[in-house]
Protein backbone atom coordinates (compact mmCIF):
# COMPACT_ATOMS: atom_id res chain seq x y z
CA UNK A 1 0.00 0.00 0.00
CA UNK A 2 2.87 2.39 0.82
CA UNK A 3 4.74 1.46 -2.77
CA UNK A 4 1.43 2.44 -4.38
CA UNK A 5 0.83 5.75 -2.71
CA UNK A 6 4.37 6.68 -3.48
CA UNK A 7 3.96 5.96 -6.97
CA UNK A 8 0.84 8.08 -7.32
CA UNK A 9 2.49 11.12 -5.68
CA UNK A 10 4.30 10.96 -9.12
CA UNK A 11 4.01 14.08 -10.91
CA UNK A 12 3.10 11.92 -14.13
CA UNK A 13 0.06 10.12 -12.29
CA UNK A 14 -1.20 13.28 -10.99
CA UNK A 15 -1.50 14.35 -14.36
CA UNK A 16 -3.18 11.25 -15.77
CA UNK A 17 -5.19 11.12 -12.55
CA UNK A 18 -6.43 15.06 -12.79
CA UNK A 19 -7.10 14.92 -16.53
CA UNK A 20 -8.82 11.29 -16.43
CA UNK A 21 -11.21 12.54 -13.89
CA UNK A 22 -11.93 15.84 -15.26
CA UNK A 23 -12.52 13.88 -18.81
CA UNK A 24 -15.42 11.18 -17.26
CA UNK A 25 -17.00 13.96 -14.60
CA UNK A 26 -17.59 16.18 -18.37
CA UNK A 27 -18.30 12.69 -20.17
CA UNK A 28 -20.78 12.25 -17.98
CA UNK A 29 -22.48 15.08 -17.68
CA UNK A 30 -22.76 15.32 -21.22
CA UNK A 31 -24.52 12.04 -21.26
CA UNK A 32 -26.65 12.83 -18.64
CA UNK A 33 -27.57 15.96 -20.05
CA UNK A 34 -28.21 13.38 -23.59
CA UNK A 35 -30.25 11.23 -22.11
CA UNK A 36 -32.22 14.07 -20.13
CA UNK A 37 -32.90 16.05 -23.18
CA UNK A 38 -33.82 12.96 -25.38
CA UNK A 39 -36.26 11.88 -21.79
CA UNK A 40 -37.86 15.38 -22.29
CA UNK A 41 -38.29 15.36 -26.30
CA UNK A 42 -40.08 11.92 -25.97
CA UNK A 43 -42.06 12.77 -23.23
CA UNK A 44 -42.69 16.16 -24.48
CA UNK A 45 -43.90 14.18 -27.71
CA UNK A 46 -46.32 11.40 -26.25
CA UNK A 47 -48.00 14.45 -24.25
CA UNK A 48 -48.35 16.55 -27.88
CA UNK A 49 -50.09 13.07 -29.38
CA UNK A 50 -52.23 12.40 -26.59
CA UNK A 51 -53.72 16.08 -26.29
CA UNK A 52 -54.06 16.27 -30.35
CA UNK A 53 -56.02 12.40 -29.88
CA UNK A 54 -58.41 14.07 -27.08
CA UNK A 55 -59.12 17.12 -28.84
CA UNK A 56 -59.86 15.31 -32.06
CA UNK A 57 -62.76 12.67 -30.48
CA UNK A 58 -64.17 15.51 -28.49
CA UNK A 59 -64.33 17.63 -32.32
CA UNK A 60 -65.74 14.73 -33.70
CA UNK A 61 -68.70 13.93 -30.52
CA UNK A 62 -69.58 17.92 -30.70
CA UNK A 63 -69.64 17.58 -34.23
CA UNK A 64 -66.54 20.74 -34.71
CA UNK A 65 -65.87 21.08 -37.96
CA UNK A 66 -66.67 17.88 -39.34
CA UNK A 67 -69.17 15.03 -38.98
CA UNK A 68 -70.72 14.16 -35.54
CA UNK A 69 -70.31 11.21 -34.08
CA UNK A 70 -72.53 9.38 -31.37
CA UNK A 71 -70.91 8.93 -28.21
CA UNK A 72 -71.31 5.15 -28.36
CA UNK A 73 -69.98 4.95 -31.94
CA UNK A 74 -66.61 2.65 -32.42
CA UNK A 75 -65.55 4.16 -34.74
CA UNK A 76 -64.39 6.99 -32.52
CA UNK A 77 -62.38 4.37 -30.77
CA UNK A 78 -61.22 2.66 -34.13
CA UNK A 79 -60.29 5.75 -35.69
CA UNK A 80 -58.22 7.42 -33.12
CA UNK A 81 -55.95 3.92 -32.13
CA UNK A 82 -53.63 3.99 -34.28
CA UNK A 83 -51.34 1.51 -32.35
CA UNK A 84 -50.92 -1.12 -29.85
CA UNK A 85 -49.41 2.21 -27.83
CA UNK A 86 -52.35 4.16 -27.28
CA UNK A 87 -55.56 2.88 -24.96
CA UNK A 88 -58.70 5.06 -25.23
CA UNK A 89 -61.95 4.98 -23.02
CA UNK A 90 -65.11 7.07 -23.17
CA UNK A 91 -67.58 7.50 -20.75
CA UNK A 92 -70.89 9.26 -19.92
CA UNK A 93 -71.50 12.49 -17.40
CA UNK A 94 -72.02 10.19 -14.86
CA UNK A 95 -68.22 8.28 -15.36
CA UNK A 96 -70.16 4.95 -16.76
CA UNK A 97 -67.43 3.70 -18.86
CA UNK A 98 -69.98 3.30 -22.99
CA UNK A 99 -67.20 2.82 -25.07
CA UNK A 100 -63.34 1.65 -25.01
CA UNK A 101 -60.29 -0.04 -26.73
CA UNK A 102 -58.97 -3.02 -25.39
CA UNK A 103 -55.08 -2.95 -26.09
CA UNK A 104 -54.54 -2.32 -22.22
CA UNK A 105 -55.73 -0.50 -18.37
CA UNK A 106 -54.69 1.80 -16.93
CA UNK A 107 -56.48 1.51 -14.09
CA UNK A 108 -56.93 5.22 -13.50
CA UNK A 109 -60.51 6.81 -12.76
CA UNK A 110 -61.52 8.54 -15.75
CA UNK A 111 -63.15 11.87 -13.70
CA UNK A 112 -60.29 11.80 -12.10
CA UNK A 113 -57.80 14.95 -12.82
CA UNK A 114 -59.96 16.46 -15.33
CA UNK A 115 -56.91 17.65 -18.08
CA UNK A 116 -54.34 17.21 -16.38
CA UNK A 117 -51.53 15.34 -17.38
CA UNK A 118 -50.63 12.08 -15.30
CA UNK A 119 -47.51 9.64 -15.16
CA UNK A 120 -48.44 6.15 -14.25
CA UNK A 121 -46.16 3.38 -13.63
CA UNK A 122 -48.67 0.43 -13.58
CA UNK A 123 -46.45 -3.28 -13.14
CA UNK A 124 -43.81 -2.94 -16.13
CA UNK A 125 -45.79 -0.27 -17.91
CA UNK A 126 -44.66 3.29 -18.44
CA UNK A 127 -47.97 5.56 -19.02
CA UNK A 128 -48.82 8.96 -20.09
CA UNK A 129 -52.45 9.49 -18.63
CA UNK A 130 -54.83 12.47 -19.60
CA UNK A 131 -58.56 12.94 -18.59
CA UNK A 132 -60.85 15.04 -21.12
CA UNK A 133 -64.31 16.70 -20.18
CA UNK A 134 -66.25 17.05 -22.78
CA UNK A 135 -68.83 19.97 -22.46
CA UNK A 136 -71.97 21.06 -24.50
CA UNK A 137 -73.91 24.34 -23.48
CA UNK A 138 -72.14 24.54 -20.60
CA UNK A 139 -73.25 20.66 -19.48
CA UNK A 140 -71.02 18.19 -19.02
CA UNK A 141 -71.73 15.25 -21.68
CA UNK A 142 -69.18 12.92 -21.15
CA UNK A 143 -65.17 12.13 -20.18
CA UNK A 144 -62.66 10.69 -22.56
CA UNK A 145 -59.02 9.16 -21.24
CA UNK A 146 -56.46 8.93 -23.64
CA UNK A 147 -53.11 6.94 -22.50
CA UNK A 148 -50.26 5.89 -23.91
CA UNK A 149 -47.88 3.39 -23.20
CA UNK A 150 -44.02 4.59 -23.54
CA UNK A 151 -42.46 1.07 -22.99
CA UNK A 152 -40.82 1.30 -26.70
CA UNK A 153 -39.70 5.04 -25.91
CA UNK A 154 -38.55 3.72 -22.01
CA UNK A 155 -36.38 0.40 -24.00
CA UNK A 156 -34.94 3.11 -26.03
CA UNK A 157 -33.86 5.36 -23.47
CA UNK A 158 -32.53 1.99 -21.73
CA UNK A 159 -30.92 1.29 -24.72
CA UNK A 160 -28.95 4.90 -25.19
CA UNK A 161 -27.94 4.10 -21.63
CA UNK A 162 -26.15 1.28 -22.13
CA UNK A 163 -24.40 1.88 -25.27
CA UNK A 164 -23.50 5.79 -23.47
CA UNK A 165 -22.20 3.62 -20.58
CA UNK A 166 -20.01 1.51 -22.41
CA UNK A 167 -19.14 5.00 -24.21
CA UNK A 168 -18.04 6.28 -20.68
CA UNK A 169 -16.00 3.00 -19.82
CA UNK A 170 -14.22 2.94 -23.07
CA UNK A 171 -13.93 6.28 -22.92
CA UNK A 172 -12.35 6.69 -19.33
CA UNK A 173 -9.86 3.91 -20.61
CA UNK A 174 -8.67 5.94 -23.44
CA UNK A 175 -8.31 9.40 -21.04
CA UNK A 176 -5.85 7.23 -18.86
CA UNK A 177 -4.03 5.91 -22.03
CA UNK A 178 -3.56 9.01 -23.24
CA UNK A 179 -3.49 11.28 -20.17
CA UNK A 180 -0.15 8.81 -19.07
CA UNK A 181 0.91 9.34 -23.00
CA UNK A 182 0.89 13.36 -22.42
CA UNK A 183 1.84 13.34 -19.52
CA UNK A 184 5.15 11.08 -20.06
CA UNK A 185 5.79 13.79 -23.10
CA UNK A 186 5.09 16.97 -21.09
CA UNK A 187 7.78 16.11 -18.49
CA UNK A 188 10.78 14.32 -20.61
CA UNK A 189 12.29 17.48 -20.43
CA UNK A 190 12.23 17.08 -16.45
CA UNK A 191 13.13 13.87 -16.78
CA UNK A 192 16.30 14.89 -18.72
CA UNK A 193 16.99 17.37 -16.46
CA UNK A 194 16.96 14.98 -13.81
CA UNK A 195 19.30 12.42 -15.39
CA UNK A 196 21.75 15.14 -16.14
CA UNK A 197 21.17 16.40 -12.37
CA UNK A 198 22.52 13.35 -11.15
CA UNK A 199 25.50 13.17 -13.39
CA UNK A 200 26.81 16.74 -12.08
CA UNK A 201 29.69 16.21 -9.25
CA UNK A 202 31.58 19.21 -7.47
CA UNK A 203 34.66 18.22 -9.64
CA UNK A 204 32.55 17.74 -12.88
CA UNK A 205 30.44 20.37 -14.05
CA UNK A 206 30.66 20.53 -17.63
CA UNK A 207 27.61 18.38 -18.04
CA UNK A 208 24.32 20.78 -19.82
CA UNK A 209 20.97 20.02 -20.89
CA UNK A 210 20.07 20.17 -24.32
CA UNK A 211 17.93 23.41 -24.78
CA UNK A 212 14.91 22.97 -27.26
CA UNK A 213 13.96 25.62 -30.05
CA UNK A 214 10.17 26.02 -28.68
CA UNK A 215 10.02 28.63 -25.86
CA UNK A 216 8.24 27.64 -23.22
CA UNK A 217 8.24 27.09 -19.43
CA UNK A 218 10.36 23.29 -19.09
CA UNK A 219 13.00 25.55 -22.14
CA UNK A 220 12.94 28.24 -19.49
CA UNK A 221 13.61 25.49 -17.10
CA UNK A 222 16.47 24.02 -18.80
CA UNK A 223 17.96 27.32 -19.32
CA UNK A 224 18.07 28.41 -15.61
CA UNK A 225 19.37 25.30 -14.84
CA UNK A 226 21.98 25.31 -17.26
CA UNK A 227 23.25 29.24 -16.22
CA UNK A 228 22.72 28.09 -12.23
CA UNK A 229 25.31 24.97 -13.17
CA UNK A 230 27.37 27.77 -15.00
CA UNK A 231 27.23 30.39 -11.63
CA UNK A 232 28.40 27.21 -9.91
CA UNK A 233 31.52 26.41 -11.90
CA UNK A 234 32.20 29.71 -11.67
CA UNK A 235 32.02 29.91 -7.63
CA UNK A 236 33.77 26.69 -7.66
CA UNK A 237 36.42 27.58 -9.76
CA UNK A 238 36.86 31.18 -7.50
CA UNK A 239 36.72 28.84 -4.66
CA UNK A 240 39.36 26.83 -5.52
CA UNK A 241 41.21 29.42 -6.92
CA UNK A 242 40.76 31.44 -3.25
CA UNK A 243 41.91 28.54 -1.62
CA UNK A 244 45.09 28.04 -3.29
CA UNK A 245 46.04 31.37 -3.57
CA UNK A 246 45.91 31.58 0.30
CA UNK A 247 47.89 28.35 0.45
CA UNK A 248 50.01 29.95 -1.45
CA UNK A 249 49.73 33.46 0.63
CA UNK A 250 50.24 31.18 3.66
CA UNK A 251 53.28 29.21 2.81
CA UNK A 252 55.49 31.66 2.02
CA UNK A 253 55.64 33.31 5.18
CA UNK A 254 55.82 30.02 7.28
CA UNK A 255 58.71 29.30 4.56
CA UNK A 256 60.33 32.32 5.77
CA UNK A 257 59.56 32.12 9.56
CA UNK A 258 61.24 28.48 9.04
CA UNK A 259 64.10 29.27 7.64
CA UNK A 260 65.44 32.04 10.43
CA UNK A 261 64.44 29.30 12.85
CA UNK A 262 66.88 26.97 11.49
CA UNK A 263 69.52 30.32 11.30
CA UNK A 264 68.93 30.53 14.94
CA UNK A 265 69.06 26.88 15.75
CA UNK A 266 72.32 27.36 13.62
CA UNK A 267 73.81 30.18 14.57
CA UNK A 268 72.07 32.92 15.98
CA UNK A 269 72.02 31.14 19.59
CA UNK A 270 76.10 33.00 20.05
CA UNK A 271 75.01 35.75 16.98
CA UNK A 272 73.28 38.57 18.48
CA UNK A 273 73.18 40.44 15.02
CA UNK A 274 71.78 36.76 13.45
CA UNK A 275 69.33 36.79 16.49
CA UNK A 276 67.77 40.30 16.21
CA UNK A 277 67.85 39.87 12.32
CA UNK A 278 65.72 36.39 12.42
CA UNK A 279 64.03 37.96 15.71
CA UNK A 280 62.89 41.27 13.48
CA UNK A 281 62.13 38.89 10.25
CA UNK A 282 60.12 36.37 12.22
CA UNK A 283 57.82 39.24 13.42
CA UNK A 284 57.03 41.15 10.58
CA UNK A 285 55.81 37.50 8.89
CA UNK A 286 53.84 37.35 11.58
CA UNK A 287 52.35 40.56 11.48
CA UNK A 288 51.80 39.69 7.79
CA UNK A 289 50.14 36.56 8.43
CA UNK A 290 47.83 37.84 11.38
CA UNK A 291 46.91 40.33 8.89
CA UNK A 292 46.10 38.11 6.03
CA UNK A 293 44.07 36.01 8.20
CA UNK A 294 41.91 38.94 9.35
CA UNK A 295 41.34 39.93 5.86
CA UNK A 296 40.43 36.13 4.71
CA UNK A 297 37.80 35.76 7.95
CA UNK A 298 36.45 39.13 7.27
CA UNK A 299 35.66 38.11 3.54
CA UNK A 300 34.48 34.64 5.02
CA UNK A 301 31.96 36.21 7.09
CA UNK A 302 30.49 38.68 5.14
CA UNK A 303 30.06 35.76 2.55
CA UNK A 304 28.22 33.71 4.69
CA UNK A 305 26.22 36.87 6.31
CA UNK A 306 27.91 36.53 9.92
CA UNK A 307 28.28 40.14 9.08
CA UNK A 308 25.35 42.82 10.60
CA UNK A 309 25.62 46.49 8.99
CA UNK A 310 25.72 48.51 12.50
CA UNK A 311 23.86 51.35 10.70
CA UNK A 312 24.00 55.46 11.95
CA UNK A 313 23.38 59.01 10.90
CA UNK A 314 27.17 60.72 10.93
CA UNK A 315 29.27 63.46 9.52
CA UNK A 316 31.12 62.06 5.87
CA UNK A 317 33.14 65.23 6.71
CA UNK A 318 34.49 64.22 9.32
CA UNK A 319 35.24 60.60 8.81
CA UNK A 320 37.10 61.79 5.53
CA UNK A 321 39.16 64.53 7.81
CA UNK A 322 39.85 61.54 10.72
CA UNK A 323 41.52 59.53 7.43
CA UNK A 324 43.62 61.86 6.21
CA UNK A 325 44.97 62.70 9.85
CA UNK A 326 45.50 59.28 11.18
CA UNK A 327 47.44 58.26 7.06
CA UNK A 328 49.29 61.39 7.35
CA UNK A 329 50.79 60.33 11.30
CA UNK A 330 51.75 57.32 9.57
CA UNK A 331 53.20 58.49 6.19
CA UNK A 332 54.37 61.86 6.28
CA UNK A 333 55.94 61.86 2.58
CA UNK A 334 52.57 62.16 0.48
CA UNK A 335 50.40 64.80 0.47
CA UNK A 336 46.82 64.41 0.84
CA UNK A 337 44.02 66.68 0.73
CA UNK A 338 40.38 66.77 0.97
CA UNK A 339 37.47 68.80 -0.84
CA UNK A 340 34.01 68.71 0.35
CA UNK A 341 32.28 72.17 -0.15
CA UNK A 342 28.89 71.11 1.73
CA UNK A 343 28.49 69.05 5.05
CA UNK A 344 27.28 65.61 4.11
CA UNK A 345 25.64 63.29 6.36
CA UNK A 346 25.90 59.66 5.60
CA UNK A 347 23.30 56.86 6.88
CA UNK A 348 25.69 53.66 6.78
CA UNK A 349 28.48 51.44 9.20
CA UNK A 350 30.75 54.34 10.08
CA UNK A 351 33.38 51.49 11.49
CA UNK A 352 33.17 49.35 7.81
CA UNK A 353 33.07 53.08 5.60
CA UNK A 354 36.53 53.91 7.85
CA UNK A 355 37.62 50.62 6.89
CA UNK A 356 36.92 50.92 3.54
CA UNK A 357 38.21 54.82 3.26
CA UNK A 358 41.58 53.67 5.34
CA UNK A 359 42.62 50.59 2.89
CA UNK A 360 41.64 52.68 -0.57
CA UNK A 361 44.18 55.49 0.63
CA UNK A 362 46.46 53.36 2.34
CA UNK A 363 46.57 51.68 -1.53
CA UNK A 364 47.20 54.91 -2.85
CA UNK A 365 49.91 55.62 -0.34
CA UNK A 366 51.62 52.38 -1.44
CA UNK A 367 51.34 52.93 -4.89
CA UNK A 368 52.35 56.80 -4.91
CA UNK A 369 56.10 58.24 -5.61
CA UNK A 370 57.34 60.17 -2.83
CA UNK A 371 55.98 63.59 -2.41
CA UNK A 372 53.08 62.16 -4.54
CA UNK A 373 49.33 63.85 -4.08
CA UNK A 374 46.38 62.00 -2.59
CA UNK A 375 42.82 64.07 -2.69
CA UNK A 376 39.39 62.62 -1.27
CA UNK A 377 36.72 64.30 -2.45
CA UNK A 378 32.70 63.79 -1.38
CA UNK A 379 29.63 65.46 -2.90
CA UNK A 380 25.86 64.80 -2.73
CA UNK A 381 23.91 63.82 -6.04
CA UNK A 382 20.19 63.57 -5.13
CA UNK A 383 20.02 60.66 -2.95
CA UNK A 384 23.61 59.70 -3.06
CA UNK A 385 27.06 60.15 -1.74
CA UNK A 386 29.73 60.26 -3.99
CA UNK A 387 33.07 59.55 -3.15
CA UNK A 388 36.67 60.12 -5.28
CA UNK A 389 39.83 59.07 -4.10
CA UNK A 390 42.25 60.42 -6.63
CA UNK A 391 46.43 59.89 -6.58
CA UNK A 392 49.31 60.74 -9.24
CA UNK A 393 50.54 57.55 -9.18
CA UNK A 394 52.55 54.86 -11.25
CA UNK A 395 49.03 54.17 -12.24
CA UNK A 396 47.02 50.40 -13.54
CA UNK A 397 46.71 48.87 -17.01
CA UNK A 398 43.49 49.40 -18.56
CA UNK A 399 43.45 45.49 -18.89
CA UNK A 400 44.07 44.90 -15.52
CA UNK A 401 40.98 47.35 -13.59
CA UNK A 402 38.70 44.65 -13.89
CA UNK A 403 40.70 42.21 -12.17
CA UNK A 404 41.78 44.24 -9.24
CA UNK A 405 38.68 43.46 -7.58
CA UNK A 406 39.66 39.82 -7.37
CA UNK A 407 41.21 37.98 -4.05
CA UNK A 408 44.56 37.63 -4.13
CA UNK A 409 44.92 39.43 -7.64
CA UNK A 410 47.82 41.45 -8.07
CA UNK A 411 48.61 43.74 -10.65
CA UNK A 412 52.09 42.21 -12.56
CA UNK A 413 55.46 44.18 -11.85
CA UNK A 414 53.90 46.65 -9.46
CA UNK A 415 51.95 45.28 -6.89
CA UNK A 416 53.72 42.53 -5.33
CA UNK A 417 53.95 41.38 -1.65
CA UNK A 418 56.88 43.43 -1.67
CA UNK A 419 54.90 46.29 -1.12
CA UNK A 420 53.07 44.67 1.57
CA UNK A 421 49.72 44.14 -0.03
CA UNK A 422 48.01 40.76 0.06
CA UNK A 423 45.45 41.15 -2.47
CA UNK A 424 42.63 41.34 -0.52
CA UNK A 425 42.03 45.19 0.13
CA UNK A 426 40.26 45.36 -2.75
CA UNK A 427 38.25 42.77 -2.57
CA UNK A 428 37.26 43.99 0.52
CA UNK A 429 36.40 47.40 0.04
CA UNK A 430 34.12 46.06 -2.68
CA UNK A 431 31.92 43.61 -0.46
CA UNK A 432 31.74 46.62 1.62
CA UNK A 433 30.31 49.10 -1.06
CA UNK A 434 27.78 46.60 -2.07
CA UNK A 435 26.74 45.62 1.42
CA UNK A 436 25.97 49.06 1.27
CA UNK A 437 23.81 49.17 -1.57
CA UNK A 438 26.23 51.27 -3.12
CA UNK A 439 29.18 50.00 -6.75
CA UNK A 440 32.64 51.18 -7.11
CA UNK A 441 34.36 52.21 -10.17
CA UNK A 442 38.51 52.79 -10.78
CA UNK A 443 39.51 54.73 -13.71
CA UNK A 444 43.82 54.95 -14.30
CA UNK A 445 46.27 55.43 -16.52
CA UNK A 446 49.91 54.22 -16.44
CA UNK A 447 52.07 56.86 -15.21
CA UNK A 448 49.16 59.35 -14.30
CA UNK A 449 47.24 57.99 -11.52
CA UNK A 450 44.10 56.34 -10.38
CA UNK A 451 41.06 57.27 -9.32
CA UNK A 452 38.86 55.50 -7.42
CA UNK A 453 35.40 56.10 -7.34
CA UNK A 454 32.69 54.69 -4.80
CA UNK A 455 28.65 55.91 -5.09
CA UNK A 456 27.15 55.05 -1.68
CA UNK A 457 22.90 55.63 -0.60
CA UNK A 458 22.84 58.58 1.39
Known amino acids: MKINILRFRKISWRITFTYAVVFSVMVILLNFLVLYGVRFYLREQAISQVNAIGKNIENKILGIGEEQKDIYDEELINDAVINSDINIKIAD???????????????????????????????????I???????????????????????REYLFLKLLFVLLLVADAIGMI??????????????????????TAKRITATDLNVKIDVGEVDDELTNLAKTFNEMIERLKISFEKQNQFV???????????????????????WGKNDKEVLQESTDAIKNEVKYMTELVERLLFLARGDSGVIKLQKEVFSLNELIKEVIKETELLCQDRKLSYNIKEQINIFADRKLIKQMLRAIVDNSVKFTH????????????????????E?????IPQEEIPKVFDRFYRVDKVRSRTAGGSGLGLSIVKWIVEAHGGNISIESSIGKGTKVIVLLPS
Do not use: C, W
Open 391 to 395: DNGIG
Open 370 to 389: HMGTIEISATKIFNKVKIVI
Open 244 to 266: SDASHELRTPLSVINGYINLIDR
Open 174 to 195: TSVITGFSISQKILRPIQEITN
Open 93 to 127: SSGRILNHSRNFDPHVNIISNPNRVMVVENEENHL
Open 129 to 151: VKNFVIFNNGKIIGYVQVAKNMN
